[in-house]
């Protein structure tokens, strides 16, 4: 770290950013990348521009990092800022980013407009190509920038990140020391081989399964956003694989095709297993009976042999060879060489199972409003993980005093201490938790204690989970409580593709270890049925007691694609491992998964029994709320429900309670596990119409689970034919006489019209909604008799407006009954400059207290959300007007949109360029309004947009 910090990077001749005025500088390519990167650390280093300046490099130019030392630095490190107002950011941009429209997601065939940061170098360094490497880094945007690395990666080294936090926070470190207010907007990341070989299911070169990148994002801070980027073939097998390269000269026309070489299978460490006899399994695989290998130098018939295949045991100097998917996705079919002629030449085989470990596209180990949206976010084995990096930092440190016992600890000061708290202090270290051999036991010099009673600065405390305390703390040693967790995280409209095809492993899409706050909204998960996606909270390194995953919500995602959905929609909030905190409100709701497909549900022996909901320990209140979860027709080997470890687990985190599960259709199989997590609570599990697709009948069902549903066939029951391709027709069919049957009145399982609503953002753009899926105060005014909906028009087509009385928008309300009621621009609304301002209750009046469902049509944009109205009433409004010029301000109102039969409120004068007034709008009425600012003589000087309140 110390000789990072003190690199010199003094540009070569005639490599140099220029300035062009007005805050914008250029660092041209001069054609040398090694010069220009080293220009680029030597400008950025230097901070000779002002905060909120505009740095442009090329597009289509390297920008590489630096050789010093016999290591290689990245092109840029970025360095704290002075002078920066808000969120006003130094802008690192590429030439081109006016052909990267804003707002959209960029593609793999934009990398030509992008300037690239390059890692180079093998094989002593990383390859990062931008590093936050000193405490405090601030107000950073990257906009059309490509990070990724160079041949000398490849093959020779795998780096850590592409782009990484690389300062090493203490203890007593505050979110302070952290990166924040950075943001990477239409970027690309993406490994050297990606771009070389191609995806690793097309390639035909072995070279290209060993990939240089296993981190592309590694950040921890404050207001960090990636949005419409890419990351693209992150992971495979590691660079430093020594497997040794086969040469086969012989081979068996056949389906499986068997090559032959001597001694083959010894070579591939492959032993005979019966589970092999159908191919590469989970079960094989587990036993030793095959292994994934990368083909090359088959010419002619045999061309297509070259990529990667799984090989499996034959006999010791053969081997049969099975398609490179059937690993992962359990479907096992061989490769099929009959009529293909003699093997000519020879073949190449090296085994490439070793894969790099671990694999993350973005990962936030620690920080607060972290926003990830719209992005294509691909990886082989985590797309999306927060937590578990051992950085949550606190302000609230203290020093261990002397006389402290394992009850009763003695402060340097309590500032901020609570009861309830986690308190975390130094202790003589020895082996703290080994309640089961399977497990293991865990040392360390860290206890926990939950704090009862806080008396000055004496703490009483009564050990909590695995770390509990149960000795006295070391005199001297630090003392943490209040430390962060993730907060504020939301994962919203990205495409999460784990590309597994060739590289099987990896947990799944996103695992949650620490996230309070948080979101995952409108996302699609795709492509691989061992992609899992929860939340499992974690205190990963001893240190961080507070680990929680608590008001966090799952929904309106689509999970699915060739390979089928995974199972285990997981919540489970308790660490086994180390003491963290129960968690609360964590829950799945409104997510589609339409083809769940089990590990080896199409092999005679199934390896391990799965679950579709999957309840762990420590979580109060929580659980599924209207899923639409199916399995594959003639998927087996599953429940419903399981309930992890239940009873596995140390005092005092329990079973939790509150765990719902209500209103979802879902596959059954072989049910629901029954154990104390949910038997204790019959009363949770209602409302649910399962598809009895497994050993339990529609009758044991029904009455084993009262207050549930159940049908043979769930196919009658829908709109047409189930599956990821036509995900839409996961719904009840308009005559099923299911619908309306869930505990609030709408149709079990989940709304498929606010699910493509929030898959493609549409409600949000509209201006509906928030990034937190809360409606937005000024577009959406409830009221008593009537209720004013203000949205952006954001594409052609009729517009309309339907309102219902029932959840699942089946009886229309007399407001909008009649055909013509329902047009945007009817009597009373008002239509101008893009946005739609339609008042509901102008044409049959609404009911006060009652909650409404609306459905919002832009051609073929659909929005769908509900509202609750109030009592009547009068009601006050305000606005404030900032001008420097205007002498005083009025506000002019109407209750006809024209304002006709208009009054206006006395005037009042603006003092110190600012002026604010106050009206009233009666109940029932619909009040049109705006403001109007005035000169010396009461001439208007302006006039604003006119808005809409709804009085009650």
């Known amino acids: ?76 490190n970025l360095k704290p800022q002075a002078g920066c107002s808000g969120q006003q950011k130094t802008q690192i941009v590429s030439s081109r980013l006016a052909d990267l429209p804003l707002g959209r997601r960029v593609s793999w065939d934009e990398r030509s407009k992008m300037a690239r940061l390059v890692g180079v170098g093998a094989p002593t360094e990383t390859g ?73 299911e097309k390639a035909q070169e072995q070279k290209a399964f060993w990939r240089g990148v296993s981190i592309a994002l590694n950040l921890a801070g404050t207001n960090l956003s990636v949005h ?92 049969k060879v099975y398609k490179g998917d059937s690993y992962s996705a359990y479907d096992p079919s061989g490769y099929d060489s ?46 999306v993980f927060t937590g578990g990096g051992g950085y949550m930092p606190t302000r609230h440190t203290a020093t261990v005093q002397a006389g402290s016992t394992s009850t009763s600890i003695i402060l340097s000061h309590a500032n901020g201490l609570r009861v309830g708290d986690m308190l975390y202090v130094a202790a003589p270290g020895r082996s703290v938790y080994c309640t089961s051999s399977a497990k293991g036991c865990w040392t360390g010099g860290l206890r926990v204690g939950k704090v009862t009673a806080i008396y000055g600065t004496t703490v009483m405390v009564t050990p909590w989970g695995p770390d509990g305390i149960d000795v006295a703390p070391a005199t001297g040693g630090l003392a943490r409580w209040h430390g962060r967790n993730v907060e504020g995280f939301r994962l919203l409209g990205n495409t999460l593709f784990r590309s597994d095809e060739h590289m099987p492993g990896g947990k799944g899409y996103l695992e949650l270890k620490s996230c309070l706050n948080c979101l995952v909204d409108g996302n699609i998960l795709t492509d691989s049925a061992w992609g899992l996606w929860y939340l499992t909270a974690r205190n990963q390194t001893g240190k961080d007691p507070w680990a929680v995953g608590s008001q966090l919500t799952f929904s309106n995602n689509l999970v699915g694609g060739a390979k089928g959905a995974p199972p285990r ?80 687990s140390p005092a005092p985190y329990g079973y939790g309670h509150s765990i719902r599960m209500k209103d979802n259709l879902a596959s059954f199989g072989d049910g629901l596990q029954t154990s104390a997590c949910i038997v204790n609570q019959p009363g949770l599990v209602k409302k649910n119409l399962f598809w009895a697709d497994g050993s339990a009948s529609v009758s044991t069902i029904k009455s084993t689970w009262a207050g549930n549903e159940a049908v043979a ?126 008042v509901l209750g102008n044409v049959a009046a609404l009911t006060p207290g009652t909650e409404y ?46 304002f006709t039969e208009s009054v206006t409120t006395g005037p009042v004068p603006f003092a110190a360029g600012r002026a604010s007034v106050r009206f009233t709008a009666a109940g029932g009425a619909a009040l049109y309004y705006r403001w109007v600012k005035r000169d010396g003589l009461n001439r208007r000087t302006g006039t604003g947009r006119t808005q809409v309140a709804a009085g009650g």
């Open 1 to 76: 770290m110390a000789a990072l910090l003190g690199l010199s990077t003094a540009a070569p001749a005639g490599a140099a950013c220029q300035a062009l005025g007005a805050g914008r500088y250029h660092c041209a390519s001069t054609g040398n990348p090694g010069a220009d990167g080293a220009a680029l650390r030597t400008f950025i280093e230097g901070r000779t521009f002002p905060c909120g300046s505009t740095i442009i490099l090329d597009a289509g130019a390297e920008y590489h990092s630096i050789l010093s030392g016999g290591y290689y630095y990245p092109p840029v």
């Open 128 to 200: 990062l190509a931008v590093s936050f490497n000193e405490k405090g880094v601030n107000n950073y945007a990257f906009r059309g920038i490509a990070f990724t690395t160079g041949p000398g990666i490849a093959g020779a080294n795998t780096t850590d990140y592409l782009v990484a936090f690389r300062y090493e926070p203490s203890d007593t470190d505050s979110l302070d020391s952290y990166p924040r207010n950075i943001e990477f907007d239409r970027c690309a990341f993406f490994p050297y081989e990606e771009e070389r070989y191609g995806p690793m």
């Open 228 to 319: 419409d980027s890419l990351f693209k073939g992150i992971g495979g097998a590691t660079a430093w694989d020594t497997a040794p390269t086969i040469t086969a000269s012989g081979a068996t026309e056949a389906e499986p095709a068997v090559l032959a070489a001597g001694g083959i299978a010894g070579s591939f460490n492959l032993s005979n297993h019966a589970s092999c006899a159908t191919g590469c399994t989970e079960t094989c695989a587990a036993y030793g009976g095959c292994v994934m290998a990368a083909i090359e130098g088959a010419t002619g018939e045999w061309a297509s042999l070259n990529g990667v295949y799984n090989l499996v045991y034959n006999d010791a100097d053969s081997v």
């Open 338 to 383: 009959t009529g293909k002629g003699e093997l000519t030449g020879t073949v190449s085989l090296r085994k490439i199972h070793n894969r790099i470990s671990p694999v993350y596209a973005v990962f936030f180990s620690s920080g607060q409003n972290l926003e990830v949206t719209n992005n294509f976010i691909e990886s082989w084995g985590m797309n």
């Open 569 to 648: 929609l997981i919540i489970a909030g308790e660490d086994d491992e180390h003491t963290n905190t129960t968690s609360e409100n964590t829950f799945f709701v409104n997510n589609v998964l339409p083809e769940i497909r089990f590990p080896n549900a199409k092999t005679a022996s199934p390896f391990q029994l799965y679950a579709i909901f999957d309840h762990g320990m420590g979580i109060v209140n929580g659980g599924w709320l209207h899923n639409t979860a199916l399995a594959m027709a003639g998927a087996s080997s599953h429940r419903v429900y399981a309930a992890g470890g239940c009873g596995d």
């Open 713 to 838: 066939d769930i196919s009658a029951e829908l709109a047409g034919a189930c599956n990821f391709a036509n995900w839409t027709n996961c719904r009840l069919k308009p005559d099923s006489s299911f619908r309306g049957t869930a505990s609030d009145g709408g149709d079990p399982g989940a709304d498929i019209e606010q699910v493509q609503d929030h898959l493609n953002g549409w409600s949000r753009k509209a201006g509906l909604i928030d990034d937190w899926n809360h409606h937005r105060n000024e577009a959406v005014k409830a009221a008593g008799t009537k209720t004013v909906l203000d949205f952006r028009l954001i594409q052609g087509g009729a517009c309309t407006v339907e309102l219902y009385v029932n959840r699942n928008r089946t009886v229309l309300h007399g407001d909008t009954q009649a055909a013509g009621d329902r047009m945007c621009g009817r009597a009373g609304n008002l239509v101008d400059d893009g946005r739609v301002v339609f």
């Open 853 to 898: 469902f609306y459905r919002v049509t832009q051609g073929a944009a659909v929005m769908v959300g509900s509202f609750r109205t109030s009592a009547d009433a009068v009601r006050s409004f305000g606005l404030q007007v900032s001008d420097d010029a205007a002498d005083n301000l009025v506000v002019e109102y109407s209750r006809n949109p024209d």
